[in-house]
């Protein structure tokens, strides 16, 4: 279940295949499996241990991956951020986190003082790189130039890592050969460290074995049938788990293709997902909004592209409906970090009057659902999970741990009812939920009520406070370019085809986009401040 273990054993069975391709380098899988030892040993180098934390704050890169698997053979614990993230929020982290070694890309090295290490790939150098070229093509790297106080442990090489060095760093890193000798023993246990949607300032960080992750990863195989012999792309956040563990690291770390896209643009997606014949790509609903904006993301266009995976936020029957008319077979997922990514999943068998549920549950995860007031199973509730891909708790928050767990259940949070078929449907988040009046809403029903408004292009619900009623319905709206702003009563009148008269919105805010948190989530908690002037 250690992925340095079946890296290595892929590197013995086919050591020339493409292991990952990003801007225009390859990687082959014995430079993959040959990197991630001699990362490893500059860790050690560097004064990591079993059981440390290694802090990566970077774009979409392949030290992800490469940096997970060094991690995995030394028994260290890798910790992924995201770069969105302010110097406050991540001096914050790195006091709760209390990493080894930070390491950060040179975009964002300078949100952290001292840096650590600064990662350098082809995308910095000055020399632009051949995007014209096949794909097969690998460049030998025109030389090493080291920062400022800093050794280059990173050899030149073709895969597309100029330097890896130290900066603000007293010991200087120098790798002298491949990988040790002997034997390796392969470790077990604690793997990553993942940030769930909670804010910097309240962290909680969901602690990942290599078990899990696995079990995470078989899931995923039996529920959307892909294999190590397909390509798969990655624009979703490699720091979080939809990007890192959704299929991403399964496939490198048994010897299969990612292509890694740095920061999502829809046009790079469609070309780099034509260019590598890519079979998988988990994507956010935004995501795909944008990519079907484009008139080349279709099926046709794309016959490789057999498994969009869309996930991470409430999928609208709309965007399935819109995906299938391009000739595609998008699969909608459902998971969450604590779960390594897998809950549940729609397939695209199943008939269009079940797009925009939840779905089936994995076979490797129990699913029930638990009736919030009085705590028994019913048919409607809180959906609790457990099985061998989820957590066993946050790191270093015990008062979290014990009120996120019932009897060895995950309580998630999310509000679900089961038809009778057994397919599950979202009815929203217990802590989103509008109390007003004594009545709960749920934003999330009142948000698909007004889906499909003419103009508008997103909108979120929240409840501001109200003296009387203790709080109010009230809507965030992007609308569309050229769109007028839209008066309350035409939104009331348009919702209220579909919902009670409490749950239609009493005050109504335009705004050029919703805020959105780490995670490419809408910041709920940011939404009633809209609302204050």
């Known amino acids: 279940m250690n992925p340095a273990e079946t890296l290595d054993l892929a590197a013995i069975a086919h050591p020339d295949r493409p292991s990952i391709r990003f801007e225009g380098a390859v990687l082959t899988v014995a430079e993959s499996a040959r990197l991630t030892r001699q990362a490893a040993e500059a860790l050690v180098a560097a004064g990591v241990r079993a059981g440390d934390r290694v802090m990566l704050v970077a774009h979409n890169s392949p030290a992800h991956l490469l940096l997970h698997v060094a991690c995995a053979r030394l028994g260290a614990i890798f910790t992924p951020i995201s770069y969105r993230y302010t110097a406050p929020e991540l001096a914050r982290l790195r006091a709760f986190l209390a990493p080894r070694v930070v390491i950060a890309d040179p975009a964002s090295a300078h949100l952290l003082s001292p840096a650590g290490f600064v990662l350098e790939h082809f995308s910095d150098r000055s020399a632009p790189f051949d995007h014209s070229a096949p794909l097969d093509h690998t460049v030998p790297l025109p030389g090493v130039t080291s920062l400022p106080g800093a050794t280059p442990f990173a050899r030149a090489t073709k895969a597309g890592w100029r330097t890896l060095g130290v900066a603000h760093y007293p010991g200087a890193l120098q790798v002298a050969g491949d990988a040790p000798d002997g034997a390796p023993a392969f470790t077990h246990g604690d793997a990553a460290l993942l940030l769930t949607s909670g804010s910097a300032g309240t962290p909680k960080a969901a602690l990942l074995t290599h078990e899990q992750l ?138 269009a009057s079940k797009r925009g549920a939840l779905g089936i549950p994995f076979p490797f995860v129990q699913v029930r659902l638990v009736d919030p007031d009085s705590g028994q199973p019913s048919d409607a509730g809180e959906v609790q999970v457990c099985g061998p891909s989820v957590v066993n708790g946050y790191w270093h928050d015990p008062a979290t741990t014990a009120s996120s767990f019932i009897d060895g259940w995950l309580r998630t949070g999310d509000l679900a009812h089961r038809d009778i078929d057994g397919v599950y449907w979202s009815d929203g988040r217990m802590g989103n939920q509008i109390n007003t009046g004594g009545e709960k809403v749920s934003p999330e029903e009142v948000e698909e009520a007004l889906a499909g408004f003419p103009g508008m292009a997103a909108c979120a619900v929240t409840g501001i406070d109200d003296p009387l009623w203790g709080q109010r319905v009230a809507l965030v709206a992007v609308m569309q370019p050229g769109a007028a702003a839209p008066a309350l009563g035409t939104l009331r009148a348009y919702a209220a085809r579909t919902v009670a008269n409490y749950k239609l919105p009493q005050a109504c805010v335009v705004v050029d986009h919703l805020p959105l948190n780490a995670n490419g989530k809408v910041n709920r908690k940011a939404l009633p401040a809209l609302f204050s002037h």
């Open 214 to 351: 696995w079990w995470g990863s078989q899931n995923l195989r039996w529920g959307f049938h892909y294999s190590p012999a397909d390509t798969e792309l990655v624009t979703a956040p490699l720091s979080h788990i939809g990007g890192l563990n959704g299929t991403t690291l399964d496939i490198f770390a048994h010897g299969g293709c990612v292509v890694v896209v740095r920061d999502f643009d829809a046009g790079v997606v469609v070309d780099q997902l034509a260019r590598s014949r890519a079979a998988i790509m988990f994507a956010v609903p935004t995501m795909y909004e944008a990519l079907l904006a484009r008139p080349d993301f279709t099926a046709a266009y794309l016959p490789a592209f057999r498994l969009p995976l869309v996930g991470g936020a409430a999928v609208h029957p709309r965007l399935l409906a819109a995906l299938t008319e391009r000739g595609f077979h998008p699969i909608n997922v459902y998971g969450m970090t604590e779960t390594s990514s897998s809950i549940a999943l729609l397939p695209p068998s199943f008939p």
